[in-house]
């Protein structure tokens, strides 16, 4: 079974230029989130897909970051325009969805921001 | 607001010997816990969960048990093994939702 596919594995941007990732789920996975990782913190969950609905995108700052997956498969996250701080690990995960479903994470893109 | 914590940044263990993390919550409505495995440069790795209902859950070498009254969880591996070194982070969902995270344990198993 093919495991959750991140792209790219890194990207060094300036800031307030714009960057997206790109996420590949596992067949069949109807739940998607998205994480970012901040160096020496915990995943911190961005946006959770239900198919192609947004379940929660409550802790997604909205105003320079935006997410969707089309025909509830891939999945892209974009950033517009880039800050320092945004620089992190963005962790990708996907799951059967239902209750006790474990979630399956990619590698991560690892975006510095200069 | 961080539901999940787990106060412990590191553990230093002796090849052999038992390691316990643990993991505190702070949201009854969280009824399902897991602990991930993170090595350096990959994406968290799925060890093992348990549901509300229990107290223990057991595979292999790892065991977790919940106290729910507490709002307490522990991760034990025994015996601890040189492969077993690696960031472990505990994790609850309430129902389908909201995958929330703590700050993970970096474990060091000494041989």
């Known amino acids: 079974e093919a495991g959750v596919a991140q792209s790219p594995r890194y990207k060094i941007i300036e800031k307030r230029q714009s960057v997206a990732f790109w996420c590949n789920p596992i067949?069949?996975?109807?739940?998607l989130y998205w994480y970012q990782q901040i160096l020496g913190q915990g995943p911190k969950l961005l946006i959770q897909?239900?198919?192609?609905?947004?379940?929660?995108d409550s802790q997604l700052p909205k105003d320079r970051f935006s997410a969707e997956r089309l025909k509830g498969v891939d999945s892209t996250l974009k950033i517009q325009p880039a800050k320092l701080e945004d620089s992190a690990v963005y962790l990708c995960?996907?799951?059967?969805?239902?209750?006790?479903?474990?979630?399956?994470f990619g590698q991560g893109t690892r975006l510095t921001v200069v | 607001d961080q539901q999940v914590k787990q106060n412990s940044p590191s553990l230093s263990v002796q090849e052999g010997r038992i390691s316990i993390l643990n993991c505190d919550y702070t949201n009854s409505m969280f009824d399902y816990f897991l602990w991930y495995k993170k090595y350096p440069a990959e994406g968290p790795t799925f060890l093992i969960s348990i549901s509300s209902i229990k107290d223990k859950n057991e595979d292999g070498r790892f065991t977790v048990f919940l106290n729910k009254s507490a709002k307490h969880l522990s991760l034990h591996i025994v015996p601890s093994q040189p492969g077993d070194s690696a960031v472990y982070f505990c994790a609850a969902m309430e129902g389908d939702y909201k995958l929330s995270f703590g700050a993970g344990t970096t474990v060091t198993v000494r041989a």
């Open positions: 897909f239900q198919n192609n609905g947004v379940v929660d």
């Open positions: 067949s069949g996975h109807a739940t």
């Open positions: 995960a996907s799951s059967l969805g239902g209750v006790f479903g474990e979630a399956f």
